[in-house]
Nanobody, 127 residues
Framework: VQLQASGGGLVQAGGSLRLSCAGSGRTLSTATLGWFRQAPGKEREFVAGIRRSGGGSKHYAEYVKGRFTISRDNAKNTVYLQMNSLKPEDTALYYC????????????????????WGQGTQVTVSS
């Protein structure tokens, strides 16, 4: 299983970016997909997650709720993270991760719940 994250870049505060996570070796619709981020000097933290297609529920960290949207394109085997109203504090290396399709909701926020990780894509928001 490989995950390829892309779409990061430099944007001004208030701007938008869309991150993509393309999967190979596994059908993403049967898995739980999560986005995490890690800022310099900080621990990696959960950003958003989407459960497998049967349920398809989406979950967000409080600090991105209402600004970020996670979605899935099954035909492209890709998961997206649309990020709007970006703030300087959103600056981080963003990772996509894949976990079991049976991952319970309470485990979505935990890094150890995910088995595969992409390489990360840098998002920098200037003030």
């Amino acid at each position: 299983v490989q995950l390829q994250a892309s779409g990061g870049g430099l944007v001004q505060a208030g701007g938008s970016l869309r991150l993509s996570c393309a999967g190979s070796g596994r059908t993403l619709s049967t898995a739980t997909l999560g986005w995490f981020r890690q800022a310099p000097g900080k621990e990696r933290e959960f950003v958003a997650g989407i459960r497998r297609s049967g349920g398809g529920s989406k979950h967000y960290a409080e600090y991105v709720k209402g600004r970020f949207t996670i979605s899935r394109d099954n035909a492209k085997n890709t998961v997206y993270l649309q990020m709007n109203s970006l703030k300087p504090e959103d600056t981080a290396l963003y990772y996509c991760a894949l976990g079991s399709g049976s991952l319970i909701l309470s485990s979505m926020w935990q890094e150890l719940s995910y088995d595969y990780w992409g390489q990360g894509t840098q998002v920098t928001v200037s003030s």
